[in-house]
């Protein structure tokens, strides 16, 4: 595909310009025009991506999608491929809002992270208010999964089948699936996502494992043993939603160097670092070394394939509606202008 191709064209490029033969395209000014510098090119220098998610209001703003479509080499929907968005009513399946966000990756050449099949949030009613057997339950998460990975076949890359399974202490999270089918859910739905398209990456995914800890151990031997049963399991994604206040978790680059060593892919999925308001000058300064830090670790890990941003700029950030008095967490400001966040993540990517 298209991602593959400007893969192979950047490791060219890198090689070449190690080699001294070409001077390395990458050290153009952004002013210089064209795609020759952002984040996404020298991401894909160093055989990684660097992502956004978008979410369709934001399509209303075509100074944002300008930055959106030049700037990143990958892309997802933050909230179009949840359950209640492509299956509203039991059966029916509706692709409109998530066809808006994947054609316009297709459309700038990014990849592709599909988010989510299984999560215990934004479900439809239908199957939120209705009572299942185990029997009935299997058969609408099997469908589901069947119907939307089917629909997507060849065009979405890698997929988190289940979302934020386990709770902080690693217990199993009581979802309505786990309740009603028991932890094998895990397996079926990577299963029948696999028969859906053999060729996707399929991901386990949640927020607070970016350290070593009770709960990315419980990842750990799950996706071990997943492995162990010959289950098709391709990667964890770390979320990554950091806070100042909770300091940084310095075992991530161990961490996802563990997950690496049984075999899997790894990504940062869903970055962001927030603060309590007001920002100042020094917050932002620690932030700017949290996101260049980050993009370090997963840099030093072969198989950590990029990281994603969870919106790229302050201006569409989903914190202040969840935490009253946070924010700032993204790398660039409401007013779409990048924060020294942002030149963090570029030095990093230089291996500066
Ligand atoms: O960014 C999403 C926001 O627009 C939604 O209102 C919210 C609903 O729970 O979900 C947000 O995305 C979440 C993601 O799907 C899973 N990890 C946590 C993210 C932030 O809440």
Request: glycine residues 8%; contains cysteine.
């Amino acid at each position: 595909m298209h991602y593959s191709f400007r893969r192979k064209l950047h490791a060219l490029i890198a090689v070449l310009a190690a080699a001294g033969l070409i001077t390395t395209l990458t050290a153009a000014p952004a002013s210089a025009g064209g795609h020759r510098d952002t984040l996404g090119d020298l991401a894909a220098a160093r055989h990684k991506y660097l992502g956004s998610a978008t979410d369709n209001p934001q399509f209303a703003d075509a100074a944002y999608l300008k930055i959106l479509g030049k700037e990143f080499n990958s892309n997802t929907a933050g909230n179009a491929l949840k359950w209640y968005a492509t299956e509203p009513q039991r059966g029916v399946f509706d692709y409109t809002l998530s066809d808006q966000i994947l054609n316009f990756a297709r459309a700038h050449r990014q990849f592709f992270r599909g988010h989510t099949l299984i999560w215990h949030n934004q479900l439809p009613e239908w199957l939120t208010s209705g009572t299942w057997t185990a029997g009935e339950l299997r058969a609408i998460l099997k469908n589901h999964i069947t119907q939307v990975v089917r629909h997507y076949r060849g065009k979405i890359p890698a997929w988190d089948v289940v979302n934020e399974a386990f709770n902080e202490d690693g217990t199993y999270r009581e979802t309505l699936f786990y309740n009603t089918l028991g932890p094998g859910y895990i397996a079926d739905a990577l299963r029948w996502a696999h028969q859906a398209d053999p060729q996707a990456k399929l991901y386990l995914n949640d927020y607070n494992i970016e350290a070593i800890g009770p709960k990315s151990d419980a990842y750990y031997n799950l996706v071990k043993s997943l492995k162990a049963q010959g289950v098709p399991v391709h990667g964890v994604g770390v979320q990554g939603h950091l806070a100042l206040q909770f300091g940084y978790p310095t075992s991530l680059r161990d961490n996802l160097q563990r997950f690496a060593d049984l075999g899997l892919d790894v990504a940062i999925t869903e970055l962001d670092i927030r603060m309590i308001l007001p920002a100042d000058d020094a917050k932002l300064a620690t932030q700017a070394e949290w996101y260049g830090n980050v993009t370090k670790a997963c840099l030093a890990v072969r198989r950590c394939v990029g990281i994603t941003i969870w919106d790229y700029t302050d201006k569409y950030s989903w914190i202040p509606a969840f935490f009253p008095g946070e924010g700032a967490a993204h790398p660039y400001d409401e007013n779409l202008l990048p924060k020294p966040a942002y030149y963090a993540i570029r030095a990093a990517l230089r291996g500066r």
